[in-house]
């Protein structure tokens, strides 16, 4: 396996994440309820993990907002955070191995984290 070099394998890598988590008992009917447009959905992603990933600056979003008000209409909850990273994990660890594939973990984990702390936060 070789290591995620550029914005075709980010593309490769998110498409697979998603054909998975939206299949999951868990997280997918957190995606389904949350009534997002995929073909929309995957390349704000793909720009954003190019953006953390290979320092190609095109992401301008802000997700933590956008996750802090799509819980106050479908709860997320510690158990999704999980199952998002453990889907993620186990798909980046499948497609690829190298720098950039542990940075696409250790960033996923920091990210999950901090999301949940922040939405806890916004709950009280």
């Known amino acids: 396996m070789r290591d995620i070099e550029n ?3 980010i593309q490769y890598l998110v498409e697979a994440f998603y054909e ?7 997280i997918g009917p957190v995606f389904k309820a949350a009534h997002f447009s995929l073909e929309a959905h995957i390349p704000v992603m793909v720009t954003f993990w190019e953006t953390i990933l290979l320092d190609v600056v095109t992401y301008k979003g802000n997700p933590m907002l956008k996750h802090i008000a799509l819980d106050k209409t479908v709860p997320l909850e510690p158990e999704h955070f999980a199952r998002w990273m453990s889907i993620w ?11 950039n594939a542990q940075q696409a973990i250790n960033r996923a984990d920091s990210i999950a ?11 009280k």
């Open 113 to 123: 984290k901090l999301m949940q702390f922040k939405i806890e936060s916004n709950r």
């Open 20 to 26: 998975k988590a939206l299949k999951d008992e868990i």
């Open 89 to 99: 994990t186990t798909t980046v660890a499948q497609k690829f191995d190298g720098l």
């Open 7 to 9: 914005r075709e394998d």
